[in-house]
Structures are given as structure tokens and as C-alpha cells.
């Protein structure tokens, strides 16, 4: 199944969670239960604006875009990380009213059941996006994916609250789960804005990558020819590497670049969606333009 299809899923599944939602907060009176209603609306949000900018992310390289439009998944996951603190603001606005003035919860019963119900859904369908996500390396699925998972979290926690209201009797539990999970819910907004942040700023590749880089590099007789100048970067599902191949002055241009096409390849067959150039240098020369930057070493 295509990362599209899962996030199609996820449409419908915001529907119908947030059909089920809206009817036990509205049986209930739950301010808790309206908190995880609201979260379930911003989910359909945020998988319709992630499909949108995932259909984005895959059109070609044109003259406008060579590079082609990977990054445009990174503003998904902004977006979702915006919404997911609004929702949070909006739900502790109404937890610290009704913690004031603590009204009375009815037919917890079937509230809960359907809010365990919702959860199962979002539950199932965020690990089988999780492990899509990792597999095609999309940022806009994994963002919708931990939106599911903290939507299910958030869930879990009203249960134990209104479990714990039902045991008890005490009705200021309710408002003060809800700012619990605003508190939760705020937590993965914020971390959802600062990865697609450190993504549209050409954020380097992660350290295992690097690693199988360097791993690669450190293959090729190095007595011969020498790596430096490494630069690494992400846009979405591609990534990006850089860097200088010095080699005898006395090789020939196709000898040079032959060596230069084995080492793109075994690149690209270790690290997948690697994107490889190589500057072709004599030993000894080096370019004046990258020195005057900071430069990651090379094997």
C-alpha cells in the first residue's frame, strides 16, 4: 500500500472517530471527553492537509523545482504540529473553567466504550503507518502517525480519568485529565514543528547514515585517492551528499571518473534515496570556495 493510501485510511478514520467522539462527549458532558473529540478534528485536518502535500512531495523535477519537491512533506508536518498546539491551548482553556466550576458527568459508561472503541481504530491504523513511514522515510506519515499516537494516548487518559470520576465521585478529575492531556498534546505539537523546522534548514543526514557513508568511503584504497569536504542533507524521502575525490594528477579523466562512478554507486546501494556528487580533484588541490566553510572529514 502506497504512503497516499495509508493517509487516505487515515481520513477516514478521523471521520468516523470523530462521529464516535462527538457523541460521548455530547451523552457525557465530559469536558475531557470534549478535549479528545476536538483532538479527533484535528487529526482529519491534519491527514487531508499531509495527503495534499505528499501528492506535492512526489511530482518530478521541473525547470522551477530541478531538485525536485521532497521538502514539501516537511510542511506537513509543521502544519500538524501547529494544529496539535492549538488544540492544546483550546483544551486547557476549557479544563481551567470547568476546573473552577466542576459540572456534573452523566452515562460514563457508554462515553467510555465508545472512546475505547475510537482509540482500537486510531491505535492499529498509527503502527501500520509508523512502520510505512520508516520503510519510505515520509515525513508526512510519520507526522500523521504520531498525531494518531497521541491521539490514542490522549484517549487512554480520559479513560483512566473518567474511570477514576466513576470510582470516586470527584468531578474536578475530569478537567484536570483534560489539562493533562493538553499538556501531553502540546509536548508532540512542539516537536512536530521543530523536526519539519530543522528539515526546510537542510538538517544533515542522521548518524547511521553518516556512518554506512563513511563505512564506504573507508573501502576505497586510500593510499591513492583521498575523501574530504563531506556535506550531507535531507529533503523528505530523498537525501543528499557532497564532497571531494582527490586523486594522482597523472590519472587519466576516464579512469577518474570511472573510480568516481563505483563510489557513487556503492553510495547509493548503501545508504537507499542517497543522491551522490562528486568533485573530482588532483591530490594536493583543494577548493577554495569549500574551505572557506565548515567541513565535516571524510575517511
Known amino acids: ?54 501528492t506535492i512531495a512526489a511530482r518530478p523535477p521541473d525547470a522551477d523545482h530541478p531538485f525536485g519537491h521532497h521538502k514539501a512533506e516537511y510542511f506537513s508536518g509543521g502544519f500538524e504540529g501547529v494544529l496539535i498546539v492549538a488544540a492544546a491551548l ?61 491521539d490514542v494516548w490522549t484517549s487512554v487518559g480520559v479513560v483512566v480519568g473518567l474511570f477514576g470520576v466513576i470510582v470516586s465521585g470527584w468531578q474536578w478529575l475530569d478537567p484536570l485529565v483534560a489539562l493533562l492531556v493538553a499538556a501531553n498534546i502540546l509536548r508532540e505539537g512542539v516537536h512536530l514543528v521543530w523536526r519539519a523546522s530543522a528539515g526546510l534548514m537542510d538538517e544533515a543526514l542522521d548518524a547511521e547514515s553518516l556512518a554506512r557513508i563513511r563505512e564506504v568511503l573507508a573501502g576505497f584504497d586510500q593510499q591513492t585517492i583521498r575523501f ?21 594528477s597523472a590519472w587519466t579523466l576516464g579512469r577518474a571518473a570511472a573510480v568516481r562512478a563505483e563510489v557513487e554507486q556503492a553510495l547509493m546501494a548503501a545508504v537507499p534515496g542517497l543522491r551522490a556528487t562528486i568533485q573530482l580533484l588532483p591530490t594536493h588541490v583543494e577548493s577554495l570556495a569549500v574551505e572557506q566553510q565548515p567541513e565535516e572529514s571524510a575517511p
Open 1 to 54: 500500500m502506497q504512503a497516499s493510501s495509508y493517509l487516505k485510511l487515515s481520513v477516514a478514520t478521523a471521520l468516523v472517530t470523530i462521529a464516535l467522539k462527538t457523541a460521548a462527549w455530547w451523552w457525557t458532558g465530559s469536558v475531557s471527553l470534549a478535549a479528545d473529540a476536538l483532538e479527533a478534528l484535528v487529526n482529519l485536518a491534519g491527514a487531508l492537509f499531509a495527503l495534499t502535500m505528499l
Open 90 to 150: 483550546g483544551i486547557a482553556w476549557g479544563a481551567v473553567h470547568r476546573l473552577v466550576d466542576p459540572q456534573p458527568v452523566e452515562q460514563l459508561g457508554l462515553g467510555l466504550a465508545l472512546t475505547v472503541l475510537s482509540s482500537a481504530l486510531n491505535g492499529g491504523l498509527a503502527f501500520a503507518m509508523l512502520r510505512k513511514a520508516r520503510e519510505l522515510r515520509s515525513v508526512a506519515l510519520e507526522a500523521d502517525a504520531r498525531h494518531l499516537f497521541t
Open 228 to 248: 574530504d569536504h563531506l556535506a550531507s542533507r535531507s529533503a523528505g524521502q530523498r537525501r543528499f551528499v557532497d564532497l571531494h575525490m582527490h586523486m594522482p
